[in-house]
């Protein structure tokens, strides 16, 4: 369903990664944050029970602590990579 602001551009569809409404869904005008300009604002799912507002923001930070771990651990394989490949080439230098 599309709906449009008070200023008649289509709202955006967003969803809210804040401590409050995690993973709430919401429209918005692409003109909120400009001072002055429309201040459409509008929820399009309730509220998240008491339970999941305790949980989630948790889960969430976990999930993006791992996935930082993850990265790590990536870019520490890269460097693994470089190492190696510059001991083959020192090696066959020296042949
Ligand atoms: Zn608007």
Redesign the pocket.
């Known amino acids: 369903m599309e709906r449009n ?5 289509p ?1 955006i569809r967003k969803t809210s990664w804040t401590d409050l409404n995690p993973g709430r869904r919401y429209i918005i ?4 944050w400009e001072p002055g ?2 201040n ?1 604002f509008e929820f399009t799912n309730p509220p998240m029970c008491e339970r999941s507002r305790q949980i989630i923001p948790g889960l969430l930070r976990r999930v993006n602590r791992l996935e930082h771990e993850l990265g790590e651990k990536k870019s520490q394989e890269w460097w693994m990579w470089v190492v190696v490949a510059a001991c083959l080439f020192v090696m066959y230098c020296m042949i």
């Open positions: 602001c008070y200023c008649a551009r709202a005008c692409d003109k909120f300009e429309c459409f």
